[in-house]
């Protein structure tokens, strides 16, 4: 298979941990992944905003980049989305470029389970953990079940978490609560945003959690924050990290 790895440029930017991680998880496989050096962002941010003819000129160097390659895995679950579901709005219906790139550009989890069929990943991870399911893999990408749609549906993350040794999964009260970060509302909507994310922080705290594992580094970004200025009792990692071995920080 000839995959390539996008990295979201958030991640690129500030937490390049995330992406290494994510590359020593494929090639643990026996993939052989490519990265693109001339990549940048899939666009999100532009579109969110409502500025269209910016995000367009992004989405179409995203496709002639990596049309070549089989599958695309993204450690981030908004940014699959956004490749998945709203680059219809750049391309030609028919495109044939653009079809290739979106039906095989996957989350990296999904592309775990639902492309190499793995339903467990060697390690082991002593702590205590709690899961955050981001919005945009719960309501777009579907990638484990949401409150609102009583469908049953496999948690990728999760499935392939709960295979490491020692791991202890800790019982959230809402599972599918958003954090609040939702790219610039967080900037447009501060006051709401803290607070969402203080509630959903709260939530894991009492769980009883270590550590909040998630899929998408944003929303961890989001939380860290209020976490760190807080003092609050709580780590966050993202599911690339855990899963290719890194241990948790020791607390301060």
Partial sequence: MNVALFVPCYIDQFFPDVAIATLELLEAQGLTVHFPPSQTCCGQPMANTGCSADAAPVAKQYVEMFSDYDAIVC???????????????????????????????????????????????????????????????????????????????????????????????????????????????????????????????????????????????SCLMHMQGLISRRKMPLQVMHIAQVLAGRELAPSS
Avoid at 121 to 145: D, N, Q, T, Y
Avoid at 174 to 194: I, L, N, W
């Fill in 75 to 217: 450690p981030s679950g908004s940014c699959t989305s956004m490749i998945r579901n709203h680059y219809a709005d750049y391309f030609e219906p028919d495109d044939e470029k653009y079809l290739h790139v979106r039906d095989s550009t996957f989350e990296l989890c999904e592309f775990l389970v639902d492309q190499l069929g793995l339903q467990q990943i060697k390690g082991r991870f002593p702590h205590k953990v709690s899961i955050h399911a981001s919005c945009h893999g719960l309501r777009e990408l579907r990638l484990g079940p949401s409150s609102e749609r009583p469908i049953p549906r496999v948690n990728r993350l999760r499935t392939l978490l709960e295979s490491l040794d020692d791991v202890e999964i800790m019982p959230i009260t809402r599972t599918d609560e958003c954090c609040g970060f939702g790219g610039t509302f967080a900037v447009t909507e501060r006051e709401t945003s803290v607070a969402m994310g203080v509630d959903r922080v709260q939530d894991h705290i009492a769980a009883g959690s270590e550590v909040m594992i998630a899929g998408d580094m």
